[in-house]
Protein backbone atom coordinates (compact mmCIF):
# COMPACT_ATOMS: atom_id res chain seq x y z
CA UNK A 1 0.00 0.00 0.00
CA UNK A 2 1.52 3.27 -1.15
CA UNK A 3 1.32 6.78 0.17
CA UNK A 4 2.40 8.70 -2.71
CA UNK A 5 2.22 12.82 -3.80
CA UNK A 6 1.59 14.15 -6.79
CA UNK A 7 2.68 17.36 -7.88
CA UNK A 8 1.26 19.19 -11.10
CA UNK A 9 -2.61 19.55 -10.87
CA UNK A 10 -3.05 20.59 -15.05
CA UNK A 11 -5.21 18.26 -17.55
CA UNK A 12 -2.58 15.24 -17.07
CA UNK A 13 -2.83 15.74 -13.27
CA UNK A 14 -6.44 15.60 -13.02
CA UNK A 15 -6.13 12.05 -15.01
CA UNK A 16 -3.54 10.90 -12.61
CA UNK A 17 -5.39 11.70 -9.27
CA UNK A 18 -8.43 9.80 -10.57
CA UNK A 19 -7.09 6.78 -12.06
CA UNK A 20 -5.00 6.72 -8.49
CA UNK A 21 -8.42 7.01 -6.71
CA UNK A 22 -9.80 4.33 -9.00
CA UNK A 23 -6.61 2.40 -7.96
CA UNK A 24 -6.93 2.68 -4.01
CA UNK A 25 -5.95 -0.59 -3.47
CA UNK A 26 -2.51 0.04 -4.36
CA UNK A 27 -2.58 3.61 -3.69
CA UNK A 28 -3.76 4.54 -0.04
CA UNK A 29 -2.89 8.02 0.43
CA UNK A 30 -2.69 10.58 -2.20
CA UNK A 31 -1.53 14.34 -1.81
CA UNK A 32 -1.57 16.37 -4.88
CA UNK A 33 0.27 19.79 -4.51
CA UNK A 34 0.05 22.39 -6.98
CA UNK A 35 0.83 26.09 -7.08
CA UNK A 36 -2.31 26.69 -7.38
CA UNK A 37 -4.70 25.68 -4.54
CA UNK A 38 -8.14 26.11 -6.44
CA UNK A 39 -7.10 23.61 -9.03
CA UNK A 40 -6.25 20.35 -6.49
CA UNK A 41 -9.19 22.00 -3.88
CA UNK A 42 -11.62 20.76 -7.38
CA UNK A 43 -9.78 17.66 -8.19
CA UNK A 44 -10.13 16.85 -4.37
CA UNK A 45 -14.09 17.52 -4.30
CA UNK A 46 -14.14 15.39 -7.97
CA UNK A 47 -12.31 12.00 -6.36
CA UNK A 48 -14.48 12.30 -3.48
CA UNK A 49 -17.36 12.19 -5.20
CA UNK A 50 -17.26 9.89 -8.10
CA UNK A 51 -14.79 7.31 -5.92
CA UNK A 52 -15.18 8.52 -2.35
CA UNK A 53 -11.43 8.58 -1.63
CA UNK A 54 -10.28 11.25 0.50
CA UNK A 55 -6.77 13.27 -0.22
CA UNK A 56 -5.09 15.38 0.83
CA UNK A 57 -3.85 18.38 -1.37
CA UNK A 58 -1.22 21.68 -0.83
CA UNK A 59 0.27 24.26 -2.10
CA UNK A 60 3.82 24.11 -3.54
CA UNK A 61 6.49 25.74 -5.93
CA UNK A 62 8.17 23.14 -7.95
CA UNK A 63 10.80 25.58 -8.93
CA UNK A 64 11.46 25.55 -4.92
CA UNK A 65 14.04 22.68 -3.94
CA UNK A 66 13.60 23.95 -0.26
CA UNK A 67 9.55 24.09 -0.62
CA UNK A 68 9.64 20.58 -2.29
CA UNK A 69 12.21 19.32 0.25
CA UNK A 70 9.87 20.40 2.99
CA UNK A 71 6.51 18.86 1.74
CA UNK A 72 8.07 15.58 0.98
CA UNK A 73 8.91 15.80 4.48
CA UNK A 74 5.94 16.55 5.66
CA UNK A 75 3.95 14.13 3.53
CA UNK A 76 6.72 11.40 3.97
CA UNK A 77 5.60 9.86 0.48
CA UNK A 78 6.76 6.79 -0.89
CA UNK A 79 6.89 8.31 -3.86
CA UNK A 80 6.65 11.12 -6.30
CA UNK A 81 4.72 11.86 -9.13
CA UNK A 82 6.12 14.88 -11.11
CA UNK A 83 2.93 15.93 -13.43
CA UNK A 84 4.51 19.27 -13.23
CA UNK A 85 6.28 21.06 -16.36
CA UNK A 86 9.14 19.79 -17.77
CA UNK A 87 11.41 22.79 -16.58
CA UNK A 88 11.01 21.71 -13.11
CA UNK A 89 12.30 17.93 -13.62
CA UNK A 90 15.62 19.01 -12.12
CA UNK A 91 14.12 20.74 -8.53
CA UNK A 92 11.78 17.51 -8.22
CA UNK A 93 14.27 14.90 -8.84
CA UNK A 94 17.02 17.05 -6.19
CA UNK A 95 14.39 17.39 -3.82
CA UNK A 96 13.76 13.32 -4.09
CA UNK A 97 17.10 13.04 -4.01
CA UNK A 98 17.67 14.30 -1.09
CA UNK A 99 14.79 12.63 0.46
CA UNK A 100 15.52 9.65 -0.01
CA UNK A 101 11.73 9.18 -2.30
CA UNK A 102 11.48 7.30 -5.74
CA UNK A 103 10.43 9.42 -8.45
CA UNK A 104 8.84 9.83 -11.90
CA UNK A 105 7.48 12.07 -14.48
CA UNK A 106 6.02 11.91 -18.03
CA UNK A 107 8.60 14.06 -20.33
CA UNK A 108 12.42 14.64 -20.11
CA UNK A 109 13.95 18.13 -19.27
CA UNK A 110 13.29 21.35 -21.13
CA UNK A 111 15.61 24.27 -20.22
CA UNK A 112 13.12 27.29 -19.59
CA UNK A 113 15.85 29.62 -22.03
CA UNK A 114 16.10 26.92 -25.02
CA UNK A 115 13.79 25.38 -26.99
CA UNK A 116 15.59 22.19 -26.67
CA UNK A 117 14.64 19.15 -24.58
CA UNK A 118 17.34 15.96 -23.58
CA UNK A 119 18.08 13.55 -20.92
CA UNK A 120 21.76 14.60 -20.50
CA UNK A 121 21.09 16.18 -17.10
CA UNK A 122 18.24 13.64 -15.76
CA UNK A 123 20.36 10.67 -16.63
CA UNK A 124 23.22 12.30 -14.50
CA UNK A 125 21.34 11.54 -11.58
CA UNK A 126 21.74 7.69 -11.72
CA UNK A 127 24.87 7.11 -9.75
CA UNK A 128 23.10 9.12 -6.85
CA UNK A 129 19.71 7.48 -7.36
CA UNK A 130 21.87 4.10 -6.85
CA UNK A 131 23.93 5.37 -4.02
CA UNK A 132 20.56 6.55 -2.23
CA UNK A 133 18.96 3.19 -3.01
CA UNK A 134 16.17 5.49 -5.06
CA UNK A 135 14.51 4.61 -8.59
CA UNK A 136 13.64 7.45 -10.67
CA UNK A 137 11.33 6.36 -13.84
CA UNK A 138 12.05 8.88 -16.75
CA UNK A 139 8.95 9.85 -19.24
CA UNK A 140 6.10 7.89 -18.12
CA UNK A 141 3.21 9.03 -20.66
CA UNK A 142 2.80 7.96 -23.94
CA UNK A 143 5.07 9.51 -25.77
CA UNK A 144 7.53 8.83 -24.35
CA UNK A 145 6.39 6.38 -22.60
CA UNK A 146 3.80 3.77 -23.81
CA UNK A 147 5.45 4.33 -27.26
CA UNK A 148 8.87 3.16 -25.71
CA UNK A 149 7.33 -0.11 -23.96
CA UNK A 150 5.31 -0.90 -27.35
CA UNK A 151 9.58 -1.18 -29.11
CA UNK A 152 9.95 -3.12 -26.23
CA UNK A 153 7.60 -5.55 -26.02
CA UNK A 154 8.21 -5.82 -30.34
CA UNK A 155 11.62 -6.23 -29.20
CA UNK A 156 11.16 -9.25 -26.94
CA UNK A 157 8.01 -11.09 -28.33
CA UNK A 158 8.40 -10.38 -32.27
CA UNK A 159 11.90 -9.47 -33.13
CA UNK A 160 15.04 -10.83 -33.12
CA UNK A 161 16.41 -7.50 -34.67
CA UNK A 162 14.44 -3.96 -35.14
CA UNK A 163 16.16 -2.24 -37.85
CA UNK A 164 13.64 0.54 -37.90
CA UNK A 165 10.93 2.45 -35.88
CA UNK A 166 8.42 4.87 -36.92
CA UNK A 167 6.40 6.53 -33.99
CA UNK A 168 3.15 7.79 -35.05
CA UNK A 169 1.07 10.32 -33.18
CA UNK A 170 -2.61 11.41 -34.45
CA UNK A 171 -4.69 13.23 -32.52
CA UNK A 172 -8.07 13.41 -34.80
CA UNK A 173 -10.22 15.54 -32.09
CA UNK A 174 -12.43 19.11 -33.11
CA UNK A 175 -12.22 21.29 -29.76
CA UNK A 176 -14.46 23.88 -31.99
CA UNK A 177 -11.62 26.63 -31.27
CA UNK A 178 -10.11 28.22 -34.05
CA UNK A 179 -6.80 27.59 -32.15
CA UNK A 180 -5.52 25.67 -29.21
CA UNK A 181 -3.32 22.99 -27.92
CA UNK A 182 -4.23 20.12 -26.18
CA UNK A 183 -1.54 20.23 -23.53
CA UNK A 184 0.51 23.02 -22.22
CA UNK A 185 0.66 25.71 -25.01
CA UNK A 186 4.71 26.85 -23.79
CA UNK A 187 5.68 22.85 -24.15
CA UNK A 188 3.18 22.28 -27.44
CA UNK A 189 4.37 25.46 -29.61
CA UNK A 190 7.90 25.13 -28.78
CA UNK A 191 8.02 21.56 -29.66
CA UNK A 192 6.80 21.79 -32.94
CA UNK A 193 8.05 24.78 -34.33
CA UNK A 194 11.62 23.86 -33.50
CA UNK A 195 13.33 22.07 -36.24
CA UNK A 196 12.91 18.13 -36.83
CA UNK A 197 15.60 15.50 -36.05
CA UNK A 198 15.85 11.73 -36.55
CA UNK A 199 18.05 9.25 -36.19
CA UNK A 200 19.80 6.83 -38.83
CA UNK A 201 22.75 4.89 -39.52
CA UNK A 202 24.12 5.81 -36.22
CA UNK A 203 23.86 9.37 -36.40
CA UNK A 204 21.34 12.60 -35.76
CA UNK A 205 20.09 14.40 -38.92
CA UNK A 206 18.26 17.55 -38.79
CA UNK A 207 15.51 18.47 -40.58
CA UNK A 208 13.40 22.35 -40.96
CA UNK A 209 10.40 22.69 -39.22
CA UNK A 210 7.63 20.56 -41.21
CA UNK A 211 10.34 19.65 -43.91
CA UNK A 212 9.11 15.72 -43.84
CA UNK A 213 5.55 14.51 -44.39
CA UNK A 214 3.41 11.97 -45.41
CA UNK A 215 -0.21 10.30 -45.09
CA UNK A 216 -0.50 7.54 -42.92
CA UNK A 217 -3.72 5.48 -42.66
CA UNK A 218 -4.55 5.65 -38.90
CA UNK A 219 -7.01 2.66 -38.12
CA UNK A 220 -10.20 4.12 -36.63
CA UNK A 221 -9.42 7.48 -38.02
CA UNK A 222 -8.18 7.29 -41.75
CA UNK A 223 -5.97 9.30 -43.84
CA UNK A 224 -3.85 12.05 -42.08
CA UNK A 225 -0.89 14.09 -42.57
CA UNK A 226 1.81 13.37 -40.49
CA UNK A 227 4.96 15.10 -40.19
CA UNK A 228 8.25 14.73 -38.98
CA UNK A 229 9.31 16.14 -35.37
CA UNK A 230 12.08 15.30 -32.71
CA UNK A 231 10.64 13.78 -29.98
CA UNK A 232 12.54 13.12 -26.94
CA UNK A 233 11.97 9.20 -26.36
CA UNK A 234 13.67 8.34 -29.52
CA UNK A 235 17.19 9.35 -27.70
CA UNK A 236 16.77 6.96 -25.33
CA UNK A 237 15.55 3.72 -27.46
CA UNK A 238 18.51 4.03 -29.77
CA UNK A 239 20.75 3.33 -26.62
CA UNK A 240 18.47 0.60 -26.22
CA UNK A 241 16.85 -1.12 -28.91
CA UNK A 242 19.68 -3.74 -30.34
CA UNK A 243 19.90 -3.73 -34.27
CA UNK A 244 18.33 -0.36 -34.84
CA UNK A 245 19.14 1.54 -38.14
CA UNK A 246 16.49 3.97 -38.18
CA UNK A 247 13.79 5.77 -35.93
CA UNK A 248 11.59 8.46 -36.85
CA UNK A 249 8.54 10.33 -35.16
CA UNK A 250 5.63 11.69 -36.85
CA UNK A 251 2.87 13.92 -35.27
CA UNK A 252 -0.29 15.00 -37.28
CA UNK A 253 -1.53 18.44 -37.78
CA UNK A 254 -4.49 20.31 -39.47
CA UNK A 255 -3.83 23.02 -41.96
CA UNK A 256 -5.70 25.54 -39.96
CA UNK A 257 -3.27 24.42 -36.96
CA UNK A 258 -0.01 25.36 -39.17
CA UNK A 259 -1.22 28.09 -40.32
CA UNK A 260 -2.06 29.98 -36.98
CA UNK A 261 1.37 28.78 -35.58
CA UNK A 262 3.12 30.09 -38.50
CA UNK A 263 1.59 33.19 -38.30
CA UNK A 264 2.14 33.69 -34.55
CA UNK A 265 6.10 32.43 -35.20
CA UNK A 266 6.32 35.23 -38.06
CA UNK A 267 5.33 37.91 -35.58
CA UNK A 268 7.18 36.61 -32.72
CA UNK A 269 4.40 35.21 -30.49
CA UNK A 270 6.61 32.43 -30.17
CA UNK A 271 9.29 34.39 -28.62
CA UNK A 272 11.49 32.68 -25.26
CA UNK A 273 13.11 35.98 -24.82
CA UNK A 274 11.98 38.53 -22.78
CA UNK A 275 10.97 42.18 -24.42
CA UNK A 276 9.68 44.95 -22.97
CA UNK A 277 6.14 46.00 -23.33
CA UNK A 278 5.03 49.32 -21.82
CA UNK A 279 7.31 49.13 -19.94
CA UNK A 280 6.99 45.83 -18.50
CA UNK A 281 9.35 42.46 -19.15
CA UNK A 282 7.33 39.77 -20.95
CA UNK A 283 7.80 36.33 -22.34
CA UNK A 284 5.85 35.99 -25.84
CA UNK A 285 5.28 32.53 -25.71
CA UNK A 286 3.91 33.16 -21.79
CA UNK A 287 1.80 36.24 -22.58
CA UNK A 288 0.26 33.79 -25.69
CA UNK A 289 0.03 30.95 -23.08
CA UNK A 290 -2.27 33.07 -21.14
CA UNK A 291 -4.83 34.17 -24.35
CA UNK A 292 -5.37 30.47 -25.34
CA UNK A 293 -7.65 28.48 -23.88
CA UNK A 294 -6.79 26.09 -20.92
CA UNK A 295 -6.24 22.67 -22.24
CA UNK A 296 -7.78 21.53 -18.95
CA UNK A 297 -10.43 23.00 -20.26
CA UNK A 298 -11.01 21.71 -23.68
CA UNK A 299 -12.32 18.29 -22.35
CA UNK A 300 -15.94 18.67 -22.45
CA UNK A 301 -16.10 19.85 -25.96
CA UNK A 302 -13.77 17.58 -27.66
CA UNK A 303 -15.03 14.86 -30.06
CA UNK A 304 -13.11 12.66 -32.46
CA UNK A 305 -10.34 10.19 -31.14
CA UNK A 306 -6.39 9.58 -30.69
CA UNK A 307 -4.38 7.06 -32.51
CA UNK A 308 -0.61 6.42 -31.97
CA UNK A 309 1.47 4.22 -31.95
CA UNK A 310 4.73 2.51 -33.13
CA UNK A 311 5.95 0.54 -36.99
CA UNK A 312 8.25 -1.95 -36.18
CA UNK A 313 10.24 -3.52 -39.46
CA UNK A 314 12.94 -6.03 -38.71
CA UNK A 315 13.86 -9.49 -38.51
CA UNK A 316 12.62 -12.58 -36.81
CA UNK A 317 14.32 -16.46 -37.66
CA UNK A 318 15.99 -15.11 -40.70
CA UNK A 319 12.77 -13.37 -41.95
CA UNK A 320 11.97 -10.07 -42.98
CA UNK A 321 8.19 -8.68 -40.64
CA UNK A 322 6.85 -5.63 -40.18
CA UNK A 323 4.39 -5.09 -37.05
CA UNK A 324 2.14 -1.80 -36.21
CA UNK A 325 1.49 -1.80 -32.09
CA UNK A 326 -1.28 1.43 -31.37
CA UNK A 327 -4.02 2.82 -29.24
CA UNK A 328 -6.83 4.10 -30.17
CA UNK A 329 -8.60 6.64 -27.11
CA UNK A 330 -11.75 8.34 -27.83
CA UNK A 331 -12.50 12.34 -26.48
CA UNK A 332 -15.34 11.44 -25.21
CA UNK A 333 -15.18 8.81 -23.58
CA UNK A 334 -12.25 9.75 -21.45
CA UNK A 335 -14.03 13.02 -20.39
CA UNK A 336 -17.00 10.69 -19.40
CA UNK A 337 -14.45 8.56 -17.15
CA UNK A 338 -11.98 11.72 -15.88
CA UNK A 339 -13.74 14.36 -16.92
CA UNK A 340 -10.60 14.99 -19.12
CA UNK A 341 -9.76 14.84 -23.04
CA UNK A 342 -8.28 11.93 -24.55
CA UNK A 343 -4.52 13.85 -25.23
CA UNK A 344 -4.24 14.15 -20.96
CA UNK A 345 -5.66 10.86 -20.14
CA UNK A 346 -3.31 8.65 -22.31
CA UNK A 347 -0.61 10.67 -21.16
CA UNK A 348 -2.39 10.58 -16.91
CA UNK A 349 -2.86 6.61 -17.39
CA UNK A 350 0.89 5.57 -17.91
CA UNK A 351 2.15 7.82 -15.57
CA UNK A 352 -0.16 6.00 -12.78
CA UNK A 353 0.51 2.60 -14.23
CA UNK A 354 4.26 3.34 -13.84
CA UNK A 355 3.99 4.27 -10.18
CA UNK A 356 1.71 1.08 -9.76
CA UNK A 357 4.37 -1.28 -11.27
CA UNK A 358 7.25 0.76 -9.36
CA UNK A 359 5.06 0.41 -5.86
CA UNK A 360 4.44 -2.91 -6.50
CA UNK A 361 8.00 -4.00 -6.71
CA UNK A 362 7.48 -5.02 -10.27
CA UNK A 363 9.71 -1.85 -11.73
CA UNK A 364 12.04 -1.09 -8.90
CA UNK A 365 15.33 -1.06 -9.36
CA UNK A 366 17.95 1.88 -7.85
CA UNK A 367 18.90 3.87 -10.20
CA UNK A 368 17.58 6.01 -13.38
CA UNK A 369 15.88 4.67 -16.04
CA UNK A 370 13.94 4.77 -19.09
CA UNK A 371 10.67 3.04 -19.64
CA UNK A 372 11.65 0.35 -22.77
CA UNK A 373 14.73 -1.06 -19.81
CA UNK A 374 12.11 -3.02 -17.60
CA UNK A 375 10.38 -5.84 -18.80
CA UNK A 376 7.09 -4.23 -20.96
CA UNK A 377 4.78 -7.73 -20.27
CA UNK A 378 2.87 -6.03 -17.21
CA UNK A 379 3.14 -2.53 -18.12
CA UNK A 380 0.85 -4.46 -21.62
CA UNK A 381 -1.28 -5.89 -19.33
CA UNK A 382 -2.20 -2.83 -17.32
CA UNK A 383 -3.01 -0.74 -20.21
CA UNK A 384 -5.96 -2.98 -21.35
CA UNK A 385 -7.38 -3.25 -17.82
CA UNK A 386 -6.40 0.58 -16.94
CA UNK A 387 -8.28 2.41 -20.09
CA UNK A 388 -5.83 2.28 -22.91
CA UNK A 389 -6.56 -1.14 -24.62
CA UNK A 390 -3.83 -1.93 -27.73
CA UNK A 391 -3.87 -3.79 -31.07
CA UNK A 392 -1.01 -5.63 -32.94
CA UNK A 393 -1.53 -5.69 -36.20
CA UNK A 394 0.89 -7.56 -38.79
CA UNK A 395 1.89 -5.53 -41.85
Not at 37 to 51: N, P
Not at 92 to 103: D, K, N, R, S
Not at 348 to 374: D, S
Request: hydrophobic share 35%.
Amino acid sequence: MANILIIGAGGVGRVVVHKCAQNSDTFEKITLASRTLSKCELYQKEVKERYGVDIDIAAVDADSVEELVALIEKVKPDMVLNIALPYQDLTIMEACLQTGVHYLDTANYEHPDTAKFEYKEQWAFDERYKEKGIMALLGSGFDPGVTNVFCAYAQKHYFDEIHTIDILDCNAGDHGYPFATNFNPEINLREVSANGRYWENGKWIETKPMEIKMVWEYPEIGPKDSYLLYHEEMESLVKHIKGLKRIRFFMTFGESYLTHMKCLENVGMLGIEEVEHNGCKIVPIQFLKTLLPDPATLGERTKGKTNIGIVATGVKDGKERSIYIYNVCDHEETYKETLSQAVSYTTGVPAMIGAKLMMEGKWMQPGVYNMEQFDPDPFMEELNKQGLPWHIKEL
